[in-house]
């Protein structure tokens, strides 16, 4: 397969399903009317953000790809943490189940520490790419807890 082909189905895929989960959260969006913690970003900073994260991750699972270094583990932790991820979402803004979210979220960053390693043993470039994205869980981690907490 075409390296370029490989990177944009690597990047489409992560962007795709980030797309069909706003489009599925968007008339159950209330962060607005929530009340916030202290460090709280507007609203119009987490698409860019996720769009960032989710291009990121298409990349790592590129360069892995582009070098035939996916094996079924890579695989399987980069699609679970995608699915855990779409998730969050829908748990958090559709069902607003904001203490089970954050459990979830937990769940998550568990998940891409896990990913992170797997794609660093087999090339650093991949695993560092996603050292934004476990920092932003992380911060999430804490936004999604004091919503909880506060509302």
Excluded: C, H
């Excluded at 489009?23 to 709280?40: A, G, N, R, V």
């Excluded at 829908?90 to 189940?97: G, S, T």
């Amino acid at each position: 397969m075409n390296k370029v082909w490989i990177f944009v189905k690597s990047i489409l895929i992560p962007v795709i399903v980030g797309g069909v989960v706003g489009i599925i959260i968007s008339p159950f969006m209330d962060y607005t009317m929530l009340e916030k913690p202290f460090l709280s970003p507007p609203s119009i900073v987490f698409p860019i953000v996720w769009t960032i994260l989710y291009i990121l991750m298409g990349i790592s699972y590129g360069i892995l790809k582009s070098k035939n270094l996916i094996d079924e583990d890579i695989k399987k932790i980069y699609y679970l943490q995608l699915i855990i991820n779409a998730l969050w979402s829908i748990f958090f803004f559709v069902f607003k189940w904001r203490l089970f979210s954050f459990i979830w979220i937990l769940l998550l960053i568990i998940a891409v520490i896990y990913m992170i390693i797997k794609f660093y043993e087999k090339d650093k470039l991949a695993g560092l790419l996603q050292i934004p994205y476990i920092l932003w869980l992380v911060f999430a981690s804490y936004l999604n807890l004091f919503v909880y907490l506060l509302n």
